[in-house]
C-alpha cells in the first residue's frame, strides 16, 4: 500500500497553524510515504474528490501537485518530521505552497521566509489521514508562549518549542480528519 497524505491548503479547511519560514529549520525529515498518484477527500463530503501525484525530493521532502485539470500544477513542497513523543504512525507535517505560475499572475516562488503551514498526518490501513488544527483564540493551545491567535482560526508561531508543544497536546485529543488520502 502507497499511503500519501498531506493538505492541499489550510485556507481552503478549517484553521492552520503557521509560521514565517520553517521552524524546523534544516532539521532531516522523514520519508515514510510511497511516491505516486493520489486521490483525496473531505470526510464531510465524501463524494468530491481531488486527483493529485506526489514525488519524492532528494533532501527528504515530498511535492503534492494537483493533477486536476481545474488547479493542475498547484503543488506544495511538504516534510514530515518524526516527532519524539507522537505515536510511531503519526508525523509532524509542514507545508509550503509553490503553485505553478500562469499567465497574468504575479509569482512569488517558495523561499525560506515562505510561509509555513503545520499539523498532523497518520498512516491508516487505507492511506493516510491529516488533521489540520483551529486554532480558537480562546483555546488553552492559543495560549501558550509563543503563540499568537488570529482571525479565521489561524494561529502563528514565534519558535519551534511553542509548536512542538501545540502538537504534542493535539496529539493527545480527538482526531478529527480533515483529508483523507488513498493510492489512485
Given at each position: ?26 532539521i ?78 504575479t ?7 515562505s ?16 488533521t ?28 519551534r ?8 497536546s ?15
Amino acid at each position: 500500500m502507497r499511503a500519501v497524505p498531506i493538505l492541499l491548503s489550510c485556507l481552503l479547511l478549517t484553521g492552520c497553524w503557521q509560521s514565517t519560514g520553517s521552524l524546523f529549520g534544516d532539521i532531516k525529515p522523514v520519508q515514510p510515504f510511497a511516491a505516486g498518484k493520489l486521490i483525496s477527500s473531505n470526510p464531510e463530503k465524501p463524494k468530491e474528490v481531488s486527483h493529485a501525484a506526489l514525488t519524492k525530493g532528494k533532501d527528504g521532502s515530498y511535492r503534492l501537485t494537483i493533477t486536476d485539470k481545474k488547479d493542475a500544477g498547484d503543488a506544495v513542497v511538504l516534510r514530515f518530521i518524526a516527532l519524539p513523543g507522537l505515536p510511531k504512525d503519526m508525523f509532524v507535517f509542514e507545508s509550503v505552497s509553490d503553485d505553478k505560475c500562469r499567465p497574468g499572475q504575479t509569482c512569488h516562488p517558495m523561499t525560506a521566509t515562505s510561509e509555513r503551514d503545520y499539523g498532523l498526518v497518520r498512516q491508516t490501513k487505507t492511506g493516510a489521514e491529516v488533521t489540520n488544527p483551529d486554532c480558537d483564540k480562546s483555546s488553552a493551545l492559543a495560549k501558550l508562549p509563543g503563540v499568537k491567535a488570529g482571525d479565521y482560526g489561524i494561529c502563528s508561531f514565534s519558535n519551534r518549542a511553542s509548536l512542538e508543544a501545540a502538537l504534542l497536546s493535539l496529539a493527545k485529543q480527538s482526531w478529527k480528519t480533515t483529508v483523507a488520502y488513498k493510492d489512485e
